[in-house]
């Protein structure tokens, strides 16, 4: 069974552009989280999905990032526009309810040039 | 805890010899932990687990050990092979909190053959 798909790895931008990334979680996987990962430093959580509803949000900057988790399958994280700092590694995970363990994708790492 | 700071704590230790990496947890509501391990440029990867209503959990090679106490996690690795070199996070979940899943600052393991 694959495991979590995220797309695409890497993705270089100019500042003020706009940049989406794409998740496909683990088939029949309720939790859906975006994380954020700076160099050196531990994931930080942006979003998190119970199927179709983002539970929690709060720190997601939402002057500038969105989330969409349309049927509770995929998910979408947007920035628009990007700047200098959100330059990291943005990882997706999902797990089958939020009292389980969490399962990671590659991630994608944006520089935002 | 949370991720502080921008130097990973770091462990170097001998092929064969155990290691011991140490986690500190910030919420006492905190009824679920999980250590991932993560190489260079992949997402982090599931280890073990624990619940609060134990104190020890074994697995493969793996031992994981809870102080609910001093809020205490560590994670024992068995004959420390090259292929454990990596980042290991330790990640609290916060019951209290809907399940939100917040990770540690992150060790550095260092296998020396």
């Known amino acids: 069974e694959a495991g979590v798909v995220q797309s695409p790895r890497y993705k270089i931008i100019e500042k003020k552009q706009p940049v989406a990334f794409w998740c496909n979680p683990i088939?029949?996987?309720?939790?859906l989280y975006w994380y954020l990962q700076n160099l050196g430093q531990g994931p930080e959580l942006l979003i998190r999905?119970?199927?179709?509803?983002?539970?929690?949000d709060s720190q997601l900057p939402k002057d500038r990032f969105s989330a969409e988790r349309l049927k509770g399958v995929d998910s979408t994280l947007k920035i628009q526009p990007a700047e200098l700092g959100d330059s990291a590694v943005y990882l997706c995970?999902?797990?089958?309810?939020?009292?389980?363990?969490?399962?990671f994708g590659q991630g994608t790492r944006l520089t935002v040039v | 805890g949370e991720s502080v700071g921008l130097h990973l704590p770091t462990l170097s230790v001998q092929e064969g010899d155990n290691s011991i990496i140490n986690c500190a947890y910030s919420?006492?509501?905190?009824?679920?932990f999980i250590w991932y391990k993560q190489e260079s440029g992949k997402g982090p990867q599931f280890i073990i687990d624990?619940?609060?209503?134990?104190d020890k959990r074994q697995g493969q090679r793996v031992t994981v050990l809870l102080n609910k106490t001093v809020k205490h996690l560590s994670l024992q690795i068995a004959a420390t092979q090259p292929g454990d070199s990596a980042v290991y996070f330790c990640?609290?979940?916060?019951?209290?909190?809907?399940?939100?899943?917040?990770f540690g600052q992150g060790t550095e393991l260092s296998v020396k053959p």
């Open positions: 995970a999902s797990s089958l309810d939020m009292n389980t363990e969490a399962f």
């Open positions: 088939s029949g996987h309720n939790t």
């Open positions: 999905y119970e199927n179709e509803e983002a539970v929690d």
């Open positions: 919420n006492s509501a905190s009824d679920y």
């Open positions: 624990i619940r609060s209503n134990m």
């Open positions: 990640a609290e979940n916060l019951h209290n909190q809907g399940g939100k899943l917040i």
